[in-house]
Structures are given as C-alpha cells and as structure tokens.
T-cell receptor, first 115, second 112 residues
Framework: ETGVTQTPRHLVMGMTNKKSLKCEQH?????MYWYKQSAKKPLELMFV???????ENNSVPSRFSPECPNSSHLFLHLHTLQPEDSALYLC??????????????FGEGSRLTVL | ELKVEQNPLFLSMQEGKNYTIYCNYSTTSDRLYWYRQDPGKSLESLFVLLSNGAVKQEGRLMASLDTKARLSTLHITAAVHDLSATYFC????????????FGTGTSLTVIP
C-alpha cells in the first residue's frame, strides 16, 4: 500500500444516520488533515492533527467529529448531517518540521451524499 | 484570514498554445504549492516553491514565485490535451501556522 488511502470512496447516508470516514497514511508523516471540497468553493480545512493532537478546528459543526488514534490513522465521524454537507472529503498528510517542505499528500477522497 | 485568488477560473486553449495561470495572495508567505486535480480524482502535487524567485519546471509546466509581489505563476508551454485538469495553488502564510489556504482553482481544457 502506498500514499494516503481513504475509505469508503463513496457514501450515501440519510440525515439521521451515523457513519465514519477512514484515512490511513503510509508515508510516516506526523500531521494529518481533513478537507472539504464543494463545487465552486476553495478547499476548506476542517481539522488538523499534528503528532496526534488536534491543532486546528476551523469552526466545524459538531456533527463532524474527528478522531486520530495514532499518527497513521484519521477518522471523521458523521452524525445527523445536512444535505449541504454533501461534498468530497479529502484526507491529507504531511511531514512538519526538520526543514521539510511540508507538502500535503492527498488521498483519493470520499464522496459523501446526504439525502 | 489569508486570501488566495487564482485567475482565470476557466481556461480553454488550443493545443500548441502557451498560457499563464496567476495566483495572488494577501499576506506574507514563503511557501507556495501547485496541485493538479483530474475529474473524480484527488489532488496531485506538481510544484513546491519555498523562496522568493524560485522557479521549477516539469515538462510543459513551469512555476515561479515572487514573494514581494505575492504572486505565483504557472506557465503552460505548447499545451497538449493531457494537461486538461483543474490546477490549484495553495499558500502557507508566514504567520498562519501550517494552515494551507487554497485558491478556487483554474479549470483548464486543452482543445485538439
């Protein structure tokens, strides 16, 4: 396995469901991110975990709940979502510090549709 | 909040032609990245620009950074159909921690 992998690739859920998105990085990086990509809008940073600690939470509604059990895995728990939450959710990782470029490496994304 | 503006948002060009995509940003930065995204796919890193005057080239694409003007350009030389994609620039501000700010993207279509 290489890079950043996300599952599931596609998810359809009702507004009352609870589901989770999973991300795994095989790059040995120390930071992981969740981004939301909606049509005609810039990528929106949702959460950042650096060394497993959440360092950014950009005013994301509480119906989105991140979890980072270790430096290689990141989850996004979803509950009581709204139709406007339908989007592509991208996970990324990077290596921070030590003079690195800090480049983001993205997964393939999870396409979420909320009915 | 750091603002990143790309233009044009949409670009249709003929094969063999040259064109430039512009990325302007609103605050000091010394880290700028270019990404490519194909439809239904993830973002693929193209260039990392880490200093004023940096220039990187890969095939028909060349990126440059002018931190004083707060401007990066992505120049396309003799476009080919395979370059059709959406291109994003992303900026990390000097005083914004490690948060990446993305432009809205430039959707490029190369017409045979």
């Amino acid at each position: 396995e290489t890079g950043v992998t996300q599952t599931p690739r596609h998810l359809v859920m009702g507004m009352t469901n609870k589901k989770s998105l999973k991300c795994e990085q095989h790059l040995g990086h120390n930071a992981m991110y969740w981004y939301k990509q909606s049509a005609k809008k810039p990528l929106e940073l949702m959460f950042v975990y650096n060394f497993k600690e959440q360092t950014e939470n950009n005013s994301v509604p509480s119906r989105f709940s991140p979890e980072c059990p270790n430096s290689s895995h990141l989850f996004l728990h979803l509950h009581t979502l709204q139709p406007e939450d339908s989007a592509l959710y991208l996970c990324a990782s990077s290596q921070e510090g030590d003079g690195t470029s800090g480049e983001l490496f993205f997964g393939e994304g999870s396409r979420l549709t909320v009915l | 909040e750091l603002k990143v503006e790309q233009n044009p948002l949409f670009l249709s060009m003929q094969e063999g032609k040259n064109y430039t995509i512009y990325c302007n940003y609103s605050t000091t930065s010394d880290r700028l990245y270019w990404y490519r995204q194909d439809p239904g796919k993830s973002l693929e890193s193209l260039f990392v620009l880490l200093s004023n005057g940096a220039v990187k080239q890969e095939g028909r694409l060349m990126a440059s950074l002018d931190t004083k003007a707060r401007l990066s350009t992505l120049h396309i030389t003799a476009a080919v159909h395979d370059l059709s994609a959406t291109y994003f620039c992303a900026v990390v501000g000097t005083n914004t921690g490690n948060q990446f700010y993305f432009g809205t993207g430039t959707s490029l279509t190369v017409i045979p």
